[in-house]
């Protein structure tokens, strides 16, 4: 089975950044695309950014392109997500997510931006 544990969440202040962290686990996680979802009170579950198993042709919801990128580290088993010029609009959980023959998440972890 696969195993997503998130972490990097916390509180910032508008402008500043932060860097989200998903270690995975699993025998074959390291060949899923893989990507995160956040969620805002009041709101539907949202695509932020996804990557393929060689990091190649990342994607991004128009909302954070320019301003979040996301990598993978396949020898560590681990997904980033590198978030600068953070808006108070940006306020979710984010979650990890692997898409394998199903969709794993992780737990989330809480992101607040201040304004």
């Known amino acids: 089975q696969v195993q997503l544990v998130e972490s990097g969440g916390g509180l910032v202040q508008a402008g500043g950044s932060l860097r989200l962290s998903c270690a995975a686990s699993?025998?074959?996680?390291?060949?899923?695309?893989m990507g995160w979802f956040r969620q805002a009170p009041g709101k539907e579950r949202e695509f932020v950014a996804s990557i393929d198993w060689s990091g190649s042709s990342p994607s991004y919801a128009d909302s954070v392109k320019g301003r979040f990128t996301i990598t993978r580290d396949n020898p560590k088993n681990t997904v980033y997500l590198q978030m600068n010029s953070l808006k108070p609009e940006d306020t979710a959980v984010y979650y990890c997510?692997?898409?394998?023959?199903?969709?794993?998440w992780g737990q989330g972890t809480q992101v607040t931006v201040s304004s």
């Open positions: 997510t692997a898409i394998g023959p199903t969709m794993y």
């Open positions: 699993g025998r074959t996680v390291g060949t899923y695309p």
